[in-house]
């Protein structure tokens, strides 16, 4: 079969072309099938046509541009699987057409599967058309959503211009279509999250003016993404054809110039009319897909684009409900305003019609969700509906009254019939997702699990363990797996005006039933108060025995002020997303409200403290930190999180002695506490007990194996020289830091492409952290740029200093940097600074290969036994291994 570098190819898809245009439009699939076999490519050109439809003068002089750019050499090199065309290696062609050819390609640096689209020669010619493909390819890398392709890289390699995107591993919503119609459900969800991504496209002006099911890609995991953004415009988009359309590329991935900017079919009124358009047009376009998907049919029918635009002009499509006879009003009348032919009685932004839909799926789920009583069809609805988290400290007391159920009997756990003994408590769902109350999903739940440390019987996941679910759909089953608990605690909420409804289960995973299901309405402005009487009644009604030392505890702790309670849960809320500076002013400002509530006071500590030693330091939030956690222990002695957080600042900050006995004292309470048993790990792994580290870091995996899972890991492993075991307890993470200690192991091994290549990653992530920085100079080390290297760590060296502390841990990391490049004297002198500072981790010390290039230097020798003579010190105080 020809190929499409040569004209046999191109005068054949012409005469394939016209024959097919004599056909109806629902034969020619047929037809493109019967007469292009196994030709690929070839039906990939022929669908790109038919699906334009576009003019026969237009199409001919395509073709025939096509076969001249054959003729003239002007056509995109076709690169082979394993070709190299820059950093990319080719893995296999993905489509081609008269703009180039686009392939699945992996970069070479970053490990990552990229598609990658080598425009043609003739398209570059003119600084104009150059300068225009720029500015249109970075506002599309601009619009940096979930929803929206993402572009990595617009480059020039050996004269072709390329563009590098993420690769979608999924259909086209066209591939969906083409099985017919789409469940509501997943209809509503896929038009919500176009919505989003429009949005922002919108937001910063651009609209995308081509919306259609082959501009739109459905991820495996269901997340969607919307094609074409701005490059679509590089076919001299500022033209017009004869009959007044603006003109420009249209089909997908690899497109033709010269075809009408919009597809008839999803083409609003005043795009066909020739008129000017703004974001309303996507809006219609958005509209006619969601019809498609509820009717199984597009909401205008023809044979031709004129046909079509007619339709769209001048007739009014059927009711969805002609097609989808059990389609509620609510929902037809949603997608009626989508498609009015009049902007002016549109949705006028895509905003206002995702928050319909999700009105109208918040209704349904709720007469679902709340018909639903202790059974598994339960646990179906949730699975169906995969929108809410959970509101306000109502909900979190019933979920703690749940969850207590399970300690029974004279204050000690009754496994009862269900042998639960491991819990794990979800972000809870919004039944009516708003920005102004979603955080409160995540801060709740931990709220709730917060409360759990007080009981010593039952091993509850931490809040670090169940972020990943938030906004998820959860299957009940498949998450009590991940978490490796027995129990799930799952709840809803929906705030209707100033009363909440809230729903709440207990749900055996093992034997995916729901233990217990309870639903209550509360007005929202007496939750605080409702909280005491709902907790009597769920213990009274339970019978629940705790101990009197449980449930004085329990009893702490409740806040009484609610917008101080806000405030708190926000600044939780901002702080699981790595906002910290965000999370500071809300819990500053939950404690100038009500400066008696501790865990204000402990979270406060936390979110000082990361947010210093992320930013280098600063010994002014350091010292706020430590001020914090003391006010919230004068507040509650026994606040297990303000003991957790004191002691890692303890041990960051040059006083590990101090920190071991805090967090012992800890686990003599509640010895499944995994956190406590990870920090006592690092506060032994600061004093060179590393064996005992290794110990104390495996105890708290197997209570719960997330547990700090994106820190510092098994460094342990690391500096008893065990690289592949230390490895192996990395999470696969885009991580600057976890991809930092990686590219640090494989340097140890002598893996040094690897290890470049982490390196590389960590750097593009994170550049200004202290892992990133470090990055950055050992791939300068790598390839033998010792200068440049020195220079940057002297830059971060001087960063340290100047902005305050960074731990001593850290301190060590730079030092070995500046041996390994051959700086004696840096190494030496923040050798002994990380030593002085509280590091003094001498086992690692004597045998770390980096400090083999300073070892011979006379201020070595003291250096090092000041390093052992404070371990010695340290493992005569400490060195007992606990029971």
């Excluded at 917060?450 to 972020?467: H, N």
């Excluded at 809230?502 to 909280?531: A, C, F, G, H």
Aim: with cysteine.
């Amino acid at each position: 079969m020809p190929s499409s570098t040569s004209p046999e190819f191109w005068n054949r898809l012409e005469d394939l072309f016209h024959r097919a245009l004599e056909l109806a439009p629902d034969d020619r699939a047929q037809f493109v099938n019967d007469t292009c076999g196994d030709d690929a490519e070839m039906s990939f050109e022929l669908k790109s046509l038919l699906e334009s439809d576009t003019s026969d003068d237009l199409v001919q002089g395509m073709l025939h541009q096509a076969a001249h750019d054959f003729v003239t050499g002007t056509n995109t090199t076709v690169l082979g699987p394993g070709a190299l065309f820059s950093h990319y290696e080719i893995l296999r062609p993905l489509g081609s057409g008269g703009m180039g050819q686009v392939y699945l390609a992996e970069d070479t640096r970053l490990r990552r599967k990229v598609a990658l689209k080598a425009l043609r020669r003739r398209f570059l010619e003119q600084p104009d058309t150059i300068s225009r493909f720029k500015q249109e390819a970075f506002a599309a890398s601009a619009l940096n959503h979930p929803n929206i392709l993402t572009i990595f890289e617009v480059g020039e390699y050996n004269g072709t211009h390329f563009i590098a995107s993420e690769f979608v591993d999924g259909p086209t919503l066209r591939e969906k279509l083409s099985a017919g119609r789409i469940a509501v459900e997943e209809a509503i969800d896929i038009t919500v999250q176009m919505a989003a991504g429009l949005t922002a496209a919108h937001s910063i002006g651009i609209a995308h003016r081509d919306i259609k099911p082959e501009n739109v890609m459905v991820r495996k995991d269901g997340l969607v993404k919307i094609l074409d953004f701005g490059i679509a415009k590089l076919g001299r988009p500022d033209t017009q054809s004869s009959s007044g359309i603006r003109i420009s590329e249209q089909t997908r991935s690899v497109t033709i110039p010269g075809m009408i900017l919009g597809t008839a079919r999803y083409m609003s009124p005043e795009q066909a009319r020739g008129l000017p358009v703004d974001s309303r047009t996507d809006i219609f376009s958005l509209g006619a897909i969601l019809y498609e998907m509820l009717a199984g049919r597009s909401p205008f029918q023809g044979e031709t684009d004129s046909d079509y635009m007619a339709e769209v002009l001048k007739t009014e499509p059927p009711p969805i409900s002609e097609f989808m006879p059990d389609a509620p009003p609510e929902l037809a009348a949603i997608v009626s305003k989508a498609i009015a032919k009049d902007r002016e009685k549109r949705y006028q932004s895509a905003t206002e019609l995702a928050a319909d839909l999700k009105t109208y799926r918040r209704n349904a789920e709720f007469r679902l969700v709340f018909q639903t009583a202790a059974t598994s069809s339960a646990i179906q609805a949730a699975r169906r509906f995969p929108r809410a988290l959970v509101y306000v400290i109502a909900a979190a007391v019933l979920c703690c009254g749940l969850a207590l159920w399970l300690l029974r009997r004279s204050g000690t756990v009754s496994h009862g019939r269900s042998g639960i003994r491991s819990l794990a408590i979800l972000p809870f769902r919004n039944l009516r997702p708003d920005p102004a109350t979603d955080f409160l999903g995540f801060s709740l739940a931990d709220a709730v699990i917060t409360k759990f440390g007080y009981v010593t019987s039952l091993t509850v996941r931490p809040s670090s363990a169940i972020y990943r679910f938030r906004n998820q759909v959860v299957d009940p089953g498949r998450a009590g797996a991940e978490l490796n608990v027995d129990a799930l605690l799952t709840g809803s909420y929906l705030k209707e005006g100033d009363d909440l409804h809230i729903n709440t289960q207990l749900v055996d995973v093992k034997q995916n039933r729901v233990l217990w299901d309870n639903s209550m309405d509360t007005p929202y402005e007496n939750l605080l108060t409702v909280q005491d009487h709902v907790a009597r009644q769920i213990i009274n009604g339970l019978e629940l025995n705790l101990s009197a030392k449980e449930a004085d505890k329990l009893a702490l702790d409740d806040p009484t002020s609610r917008s101080a309670y806000e405030h708190y849960l926000r600044g939780v809320d901002l702080y699981a997303m790595n906002n910290f500076a965000g999370a500071v002013s809300e819990l500053e400002k939950a404690a100038a409200i009500e400066p008696r509530y501790a865990l204000t006071w402990a979270y406060l500590g936390r979110a000082y403290t990361t947010n210093a030693s992320l930013q280098f330091g600063g010994r002014e939030q350091y010292r706020k930190a430590r001020a914090a956690y003391e006010q919230a222990l004068t507040l509650n002695p026994n606040l297990i999180e303000a003991r957790i957080y004191m002691a890692n600042l303890l041990t960051d900050t040059g006083r590990v002695e101090e920190a071991v006995p805090v967090l012992r004292a800890v686990l003599e309470t509640n010895n499944n506490v995994a956190e406590a048993h990870w920090e006592l790990g690092y506060a032994y792994r600061f004093g060179g007990m590393l064996v005992e580290s290794i110990r104390e870091c495996g105890i708290a995996r197997r209570i719960d194996p997330d547990v700090k899972i994106t820190s510092s890991a098994f460094n342990s492993y690391l500096y008893v020289g065990q690289y592949k075991k230390f490895l192996s307890t990395l999470p696969v993470a885009d991580s600057a830091y976890i991809l930092f200690y990686r590219g640090f192991a494989e340097y140890y091994l002598h893996n040094y492409a690897q290890a470049d290549a982490d390196f590389t990653r960590a750097a593009d992530i994170n550049p200004d952290s202290l892992q990133g920085r470090l990055s950055r100079v050992y791939h300068l080390a790598i390839h033998h740029r010792r200068a440049p290297g020195v220079q940057l760590l002297r830059e971060t060296d001087a960063r340290i200093s100047e902005r305050g502390v960074t731990d001593p841990e850290g301190l060590y990391k730079v030092a070995e940097a500046y041996a390994e490049l051959g700086d004696h004297p840096d190494a030496l002198r923040l050798f002994r600074q990380s030593i002085e500072g509280g590091f003094f981790c001498y086992p690692y010390f004597e045998r770390d290969p980096l400090l083999d290039h300073i070892r011979r230097d006379p201020a070595f020798p003291p250096i090092l036994e000041a390093a052992r003579l404070r371990g010695e010190t340290f493992r005569g105080r400490f060195g007992a291994v606990r029971n």
